[in-house]
């Protein structure tokens, strides 16, 4: 399963990682975040298993980026993990995020939450343009002693915001 996102004259693929990504996935991983990383054994699971769905950006370079949301069976929160772009600042992100939130709402999902590094401002800034809004603060929570911010937002089965149109 997979779908094209059309985006200000870029088109990023999007699609269900699978085996073959994980050298990829690990690089893009281990580049990404200087603690709290998935092991290689974590990356492996995640692309096999049916709790969670690991998804893959790609456009005319290659993988792009990857986004990793969790469910839980009898939960109508769906719980964004990690997401990990190659090249900040070109939309993937954003576009991966639509992308999740649009399986969370197809799985019967009514809101998303997520972690960020309080000292990610970068990232804390897409959230809250997306429409993410801070619920809480967990003191120490990642390996290297940074709190995390706990953000949130409502889908209500509505479609996630932004400017990108997905065609099957």
Aim: charged share 20%.
């Amino acid at each position: 399963m997979g779908f094209c996102v059309y985006k200000r004259g870029m088109s990023t693929h999007l699609r269900r990682a699978d085996l073959q990504d994980l050298d990829t996935l690990i690089a893009l991983e281990q580049a990404s975040f200087n603690s709290d990383q998935l092991s290689p054994r974590q990356m492996r699971y995640w692309v096999t298993t049916r709790t969670g769905q690991l998804w893959v950006a790609e456009g005319a370079g290659g993988v792009q980026g990857y986004a990793l949301v969790r469910f839980r069976k009898g939960s109508s929160m769906a719980r964004l993990y990690s997401i990990a772009v190659a090249t900040p600042g070109q939309g993937v992100a954003s576009t991966l995020i639509g992308g999740v939130e649009r399986c969370a709402i197809a799985t019967g999902c009514d809101r998303i939450q997520l972690e960020v590094s309080a000292g990610n401002h970068r990232a804390i800034a897409l959230y809250e343009r997306l429409g993410y809004r801070q619920r809480g603060r967990r003191v120490g929570y990642y390996a290297n002693g940074d709190d995390a911010l706990v953000m949130c937002r409502d889908l209500g089965g509505r479609a996630p915001q932004g400017d990108s149109q997905i065609r099957p």
